[in-house]
T-cell receptor
Framework: DAKTTQPPSMDCAEGRAANLPCNHS???????VYWYRQIHSQGPQYIIH???NNETNEMASLIITEDRKSSTLILPHATLRDTAVYYC????????????????FGRGTQLTVWP | DGGITQSPKYLFRKEGQNVTLSCEQN?????MYWYRQDPGQGLRLIYY???????QKGDIAEGYSVSREKKESFPLTVTSAQKNPTAFYLC????????????FGPGTRLTVT
């Protein structure tokens, strides 16, 4: 089962930062926070992941609270092509837990970027 | 280019027929996965394989079968026993299970009437 809670939808103006929240209050010490996105009728695309430190790559930044119970994905300058469903997933990356590193996709957040 | 291919993009079948969905990858990944997605829902795991000639059931394996005879191929058969086969089917692969990021194919939309 998905262990995360995300708002069903958000919107953002083109060129502005999109901040997508995710709650994962039951996250355990072995579990990482992953973000994927899915553009309509395509396969999901990996964005970023992190354990407890903030992470940044060419696509986005991930901010994880100190207690690790929530995180925020930041798209610094959203474009129309960022319109997609964004999935926040907690995952036991070590593979030693009962979930064996599986990805559990919830319903995600539909982000709409408008001109 | 390296990647995952699924064919065809759209597939139509009559009820009662078995149908096989193709998934091929040239990323030299060990693990492969099949997911199903229904409208407005997240992805649900059907089957996964960590190595050639080995595979495990996911959360919704009933009515489906797979094979993993080659590292690069992981076909999924939707049998007539699957009660609601109409869905969007996604294949993914990763370097190895448990730790690596999964890369997804473009998907096959199956419609059974």
């Amino acid at each position: 089962d998905a262990k995360t809670t995300q708002p069903p939808s958000m919107d953002c103006a083109e060129g502005r930062a999109a901040n997508l929240p995710c709650n994962h209050s039951t996250i355990s010490g072995n579990e990482y926070v992953y973000w994927y996105r899915q553009i309509h009728s395509q396969g999901p695309q990996y964005i970023i992941h992190g354990l407890k430190n903030n992470e940044t790559n060419e696509m986005a930044s991930l901010i994880i609270t100190e207690d690790r119970k929530s995180s925020t994905l930041i798209l610094p300058h959203a474009t129309l092509r960022d319109t997609a469903v964004y999935y926040c997933i907690v995952r036991d990356r070590t593979g030693r837990g009962s979930t064996l590193g599986r990805l559990y996709f919830g319903r995600g957040t539909q982000l709409t970027v408008w001109p | 280019d390296g990647g995952i291919t699924q064919s065809p993009k759209y597939l139509f079948r009559k009820e009662g027929q078995n149908v096989t969905l193709s998934c091929e990858q040239n990323l030299n990944h060990d693990a492969m996965y099949w997911y199903r997605q229904d409208p407005g829902q997240g992805l649900r795991l059907i089957y996964y394989s960590q190595i050639v000639n080995d595979f495990q059931k996911g959360d919704i394996a009933e009515g489906y079968s797979v094979s993993r005879e080659k590292k690069e191929s992981f076909p999924l058969t939707v049998t007539s026993a699957q009660k609601n086969p109409t869905a969007f089917y996604l294949c993914a692969s990763s370097l190895r299970d448990r730790g690596s990021e999964q890369y997804f194919g473009p998907g096959t939309r199956l419609t059974v009437t």
